[in-house]
């Protein structure tokens, strides 16, 4: 899955505290994502990936101590 690979990228660049790209590359993700429920409709993998996408943005905004914000991505 290219979006899989998209989470990932997010998630190396919250490694390398790119804060902004990590949203982004997660926000890219979360489209794909959606593009693919469409398609193919809801899986367990495809869960997997959402859960993916909004735990690295929840920890984004920890980091940025954006903390209720956090909470509604946990």
């Known amino acids: 899955f290219r979006a899989a690979c998209i989470a990932g990228r997010g998630w190396l660049a919250y490694k390398d505290n790119q804060t902004v790209l990590a ?15 469409s398609i193919l409709g809801a899986s367990e993998t495809l869960t997997y990936l959402y859960i993916t996408s ?13 903390y209720d914000e956090a909470l509604q991505w946990y």
């Open 23 to 37: 949203l982004n590359e997660q926000d890219q993700a979360l489209e794909l994502y959606e593009q693919l429920k």
């Open 54 to 66: 909004y735990n690295c943005i929840g920890t984004c905004c920890r980091r940025d101590k954006k």
